[in-house]
């Protein structure tokens, strides 16, 4: 089993749509816990990260479920510039980060 | 302004050649990462380092080898014992060594150096 699981996708989607992507990982001793977002040959960047209490920034939001080890990502109203593969970390900091993956989504006007 | 600074961009090496891939930090982080990204894949850590003059292998260092002389430093060399070695490579440093809640964690990025051997 790898450690850290996402639906590959694609995700394609209409604009204004709302779309959620799940993670699971394995590792119980992971702390933190980071969505990222590529785009198209270009390097990862932190879209933000996942706390236990869940998060919002604008219309994005992510939580994490330890219990059940896994994360998510909610999109609200998607724009056409959302189009990247969205990457799911988690790790123990110092140590070692995993990433997941990667889920495409193509938003389709 | 702080940042990850990858070189170079673009390298082409004909096969049985090493080459060595620079990447410098300025944020005064003490852990740096090299990851491999093949097309359509996702990032497989190569070499980690959390402090000066240690380093620890990823899931895939066959056929690499890293140096960790100086904080802001971090090179990787990709050998001639590397039998893939074309793909897209990233280097990540992330900040503090300990304390969980001192900071977050984060990876920050360099843009990346694209390996393609002939």
């Known amino acids: 089993r790898k450690e850290v699981e996402q639906d590959p996708g694609p995700f394609n989607v209409p604009e204004g749509a709302t779309v959620a992507f799940n993670c699971t990982y394995s590792?119980?001793?992971?702390?933190?816990f980071f969505w990222y977002r590529q785009d198209c040959r270009k390097e990862p960047k932190l879209l933000m990260s996942v706390y236990s209490s869940g998060n919002e920034d604008g219309r994005f939001t992510a939580q994490l479920n330890r219990a059940s080890q896994y994360i998510s990502l909610l999109i609200r109203d998607s724009k056409l510039s959302d189009s990247a593969t969205y990457l799911c970390v988690g790790g123990v900091y110092g140590q070692n980060f995993v990433f997941g993956p990667g889920t495409r989504l193509s938003v389709l006007p | 302004d702080g940042g990850i600074t990858q070189s170079p961009k673009y390298l082409f090496r004909k096969e049985g050649q090493n080459v060595t891939l620079s990447c410098e930090q300025n944020l005064n982080h003490d852990a740096m990462y090299w990851y491999r990204q093949d097309p359509g894949q996702g990032l497989r850590l190569i070499y980690y380092s959390q402090i000066v003059n240690d380093f620890q292998k990823g899931d895939i260092a066959e056929g690499y080898s890293v140096s960790r002389e100086k904080k802001e430093s971090f090179p990787l060399t990709v050998t001639s014992a590397q039998k893939n070695p074309t793909a897209f490579y990233l280097c990540?440093?992330?900040?503090?060594?300990?304390?969980?809640?001192?900071?977050?964690?984060?990876?920050?990025f360099g843009e990346g150096s694209r390996l393609t051997v002939l």
């Open positions: 590792n119980s001793a992971s702390q933190s």
């Open positions: 990540a440093s992330s900040g503090g060594r300990t304390g969980f809640g001192a900071n977050t964690g984060e990876l920050f």
